[in-house]
Nanobody, 125 residues
Framework: QVKLVESGGGLVQAGGSLRLSCAASGSIFSIFRTNAIGWYRQTPGKERELVAAITSGGNTNYEDSVKGRFTISSDNAKNTVYLQMNNLKPDDTAVHYC????????????????WGQGTQVTVSS
């Protein structure tokens, strides 16, 4: 069983920055056939959407509205994936979830098998 724990959310003013962390219970890219990690977000009444994803090969994918502002990275030695969020906007307000699974589902926004509990990001105007 893969366990994912997110941290780093909080309240920030527009234009500010946050760094989210997703710590995995084991080697993030070699357990249970996981080869991609993604960050998704969800607001009330809307479907969960992909924000950014990274594969075991280091390839990345970003949702259009966050390109140039967000950066996803992984530290395999620490079994942790990060989402650096700069120039935050009120529209970025959402619960952000870490997701792990096969790249064929994670990277295209369908979601992989494993989810974290989520961390709230709130951006005030």
């Amino acid at each position: 069983q893969v366990k994912l724990v997110e941290s780093g959310g909080g309240l920030v003013q527009a234009g500010g920055s946050l760094r989210l962390s997703c710590a995995a219970s084991g080697s993030i890219f070699s357990i249970f056939r996981t080869n991609a990690i993604g960050w998704y977000r969800q607001t009330p009444g809307k479907e969960r959407e992909l924000v950014a994803a990274i594969t075991s090969g280091g390839n990345t994918n970003y949702e259009d509205s966050v390109k140039g502002r967000f950066t996803i990275s992984s530290d395999n030695a620490k079994n942790t994936v990060y989402l650096q969020m700069n120039n935050l906007k009120p529209d970025d307000t959402a619960v952000h979830y870490c997701n792990a699974g096969q790249a064929a589902t994670v990277v295209v926004g369908r979601g992989g098998r494993y989810w974290g509990q989520g961390t709230q990001v709130t951006v005030s105007s």
